[in-house]
């Protein structure tokens, strides 16, 4: 190979090598980019079904993987009572507060006769003293004062409620452009697949500071349908 031949390679093959480079650094950075921490999550609500009117959005996620539940509840799993997890999505996107009575909160689910059935939701001390006590025998319910459940002298069952108490929907004031979540626990005596055609219903909202009440709301549990 002659000079001259040298000369013309040189350029190309660096060429080339920075080529390479660039092309590494870019993959790399596209990599890095990907796990950036602080990155936004996915929205948990962008596939539910909802309820929305006066700037309050209503959703609810049924939780009725045993698995799932089980990574999320450990030991205190409600599904292992027959007890179905429901979280409650209440989302304020209006400019003023709003007052929810959570106590009043059912779940409307249909029976396989055609019939429907309203379920009241269980505190987390009833659910934890029901899978305590699987065979229906368990201390009489405590007193709570404040809306704070006192113990029941059953440490079994009190170990559980600890679990569930910071998982369960709690508060009633819903702050401008805020949310409200957390699981409501209802008895549907094993049969999950009862959420599949359940809603939930939402009867007592009122606007704040004037106290006016707000039309219910009532929304399916779940994911939308597919298109």
Not at 22 to 34: C, D, E, H, M
């Amino acid at each position: 190979m002659n000079r001259r031949w040298k000369l013309r390679t040189r350029p190309l093959a660096a060429a080339l090598a920075l080529f390479c480079i660039s092309a590494v650094t870019g993959i790399a950075t596209a990599q890095t980019k990907t796990t950036l921490p602080g990155a936004p999550a996915a929205d948990p609500t962008a596939d539910l079904q909802r309820d929305s009117h006066s700037g309050l959005i209503v959703m609810a996620d049924p939780l009725t993987d045993v698995t799932r539940a089980k990574d999320i509840f450990g030991k205190a799993n409600p599904i292992d009572a027959g007890i179905l997890p429901v979280q409650v999505y209440l989302r304020n996107e209006s400019a003023q507060p709003v007052r929810v009575n959570i106590d009043t909160i059912q779940l409307v689910v249909h029976l396989l006769n055609g019939g429907r059935q309203d379920l009241d939701w269980l505190s987390a001390q009833e659910v934890a003293a029901a899978i305590a006590h699987p065979g229906g025998i368990s201390p009489k319910q405590p007193h709570r004062i404040a809306g704070i459940p006192l113990p029941t002298g059953d440490k079994k069952a009190d170990k559980l409620a600890e679990i569930l108490q910071p998982l369960t929907l709690d508060g009633e004031i819903i702050a401008p452009m805020s949310t409200l979540r957390g699981y409501l626990y209802f008895d549907v005596s094993h049969e999950l697949k009862l959420a599949n055609t359940a809603s939930l219903y939402v009867p007592d909202v009122f606007s704040m500071p004037s106290g006016k009440p707000l039309m219910f709301f009532e929304t399916p549990v779940g994911k939308k349908p597919a298109d």
